[in-house]
Structure formats: C-alpha cells, structure tokens
C-alpha cells in the first residue's frame, strides 16, 4: 500500500462547537484509502465527535457548528452542493449500540439499495443482500431466516448486521464508533477479524477505548486528548515509539 497514495477524506483545520462550547479544536488528518485509521484517547476527548464530521451526522444536533473543511475524493463535503443522503451512502456509519431497523433481516439490508437505485430486479436485491452478509460474515448464520426481525439476533450478530447493512450500499469508507464496546469478547474478536478482513476494501476509521483493540486491527492511530488531536502515525510507532509526552503517558496508562 502506497503511503503517498492520495488521501481517501482529508480534513483541515476542523473545529467543532456545540453552542458556545468548542469540543474539537483545530484537527487536521488524512485518512488513506484501504487502511484502517484508529482513533483513541480518554472519554470526552472528542474522538467520537470528530468521527461524527466525516459524513455530517453532526448536523443532526441543533447547537452543532463545524469550522474548516472535510473533503472525500477533493470534494468539500460540507458545501451547499453536497447531497448529504448520497455523503452517507459512500461514507457509512456504525454505531457503538447496535441498531437494526425493526424489520427482517433481509429487509435491514435491501431497505438501502433500495432507496438508492442499486438494484433493478428482486434477483438483483437477493444478490447485494447475500453478498453484503458474506462479507459481514453473518450468511452463514442467518440465511436460513432471512424473514426474521433483525432485532431477534444476539448483540454481535446485530452488529454485524449493521456491518453488512452499511456494506449494502457500496460505501467507499466505514466509519465505527466504538462498533465492540457493548459486546462480549467472543462477538469482538469476530467484529475485529471483520475488520481485517473489510480493511482492504474499505477506508475505514474505528473509535475506540481499548488501545489493544487499536494496535489489533489499524495501521494508523490518531492521539485525541481535550478536543486536540496530539499525535497521528502508523500504529505500531504510536504504542512503541510515541513523538509526544502526552501521547506517551497515555500510552503506559499515566492517565486516561
């Protein structure tokens, strides 16, 4: 993978505001295409909000103000041009509570292609939605009840429902927000092999408490500590080599 490949979303200068309150402050990062990017740092540290800029979801709340420029493929994602139901489309979005639709499980999958046209025939729908829950590593699990509601599976089979329910629409990157957080370690582990095994596919950009997680599945980590992004690098020179004192103090369990 080719380091010098031109950055997949390239944020500038980003702040965020939540009325008066600036809760990111001045963060500039590329993410690459076909890596995984880990953001880490103490709760409250702004790594979930940062996370919620790369396709807008901050617009959702009233009081949410967002300064600088985020762009995908060089387009500035914030303009007034920009279709935000299409942004979320090819910039996917995995919460840390699992959130199915309450519908059936193929329903979760198709109600995307669906609303945007990807498929033209019911053996076309089939087709995304066999492939989007292979990938998720979920088909061989639910294939034979595809008409029973999504919300009738365990915690991690939903999550990985929500995985193959973003994958559907044929996003270019996944954003995660904390995607095991709620899970037993026997649904992370499966959640973290998924990740590695979309990596390729995907850009994709995982917040995320556990810095073992991190280390597990990214080959970027970016330091987030009071709204400010300390240090970004690849993974392993972060937790070994870390340029920053305080990325270094979080990193050996000093504080956080």
């Known amino acids: 993978m080719d380091d010098k490949a031109e950055p997949k979303m390239r944020a500038s200068d980003v702040s965020v505001f939540y009325g008066d309150k600036k809760a990111i402050d001045d963060v500039s990062i590329d993410i690459p295409t076909k ?5 880490i740092g103490p709760s409250g540290c702004g790594k979930s909000t940062f996370l919620r800029t790369l396709n807008r979801m901050n617009d959702t709340i009233p009081s949410a103000r967002v ?3 985020i762009e995908l493929d060089g387009e500035d994602i914030y303009s007034s041009g920009m279709d935000v139901v299409q942004l979320r489309a090819r910039v996917g979005m995995v919460f840390q509570k699992p959130n199915p639709f309450p519908k059936s499980i193929y329903e979760n999958i198709a109600y995307g292609p669906k609303i ?4 033209e025939s019911k053996g076309e729908l089939d087709e995304i939605v066999e492939r989007s829950l292979q990938r998720a590593g979920l088909w061989n699990e639910v294939k034979d009840r595809l008409g029973e509601s999504g919300t009738a599976l365990s915690g991690g089979q939903q999550q990985r429902l929500c995985i193959a329910r973003a994958i559907a629409v044929d996003p270019e990157v996944i954003l995660m927000d904390e995607p095991a957080s709620a899970l037993d370690p026997i649904a992370t582990a499966k959640i ?3 990740i590695d095994d979309l990596a390729g ?8 408490h556990s810095m073992q997680q991190a ?4 080959q970027r980590t970016a330091f987030f500590h009071l709204g400010k992004m300390v240090e970004y690098g690849p993974t392993d020179q972060i937790f070994t080599n870390p340029l920053e004192e305080r990325t270094k103090d979080y990193i050996t369990g000093r504080y956080g």
């Open 201 to 208: 596919r995907y850009a994709i950009v995982i917040v995320t």
């Open 192 to 194: 973290e092999e998924l």
């Open 67 to 69: 300064e600088g420029q």
């Open 35 to 39: 890596f995984v990017t880990a953001f």
């Open 116 to 119: 945007h046209g990807l498929a």
């Open 215 to 218: 280390a597990r599945v990214s």
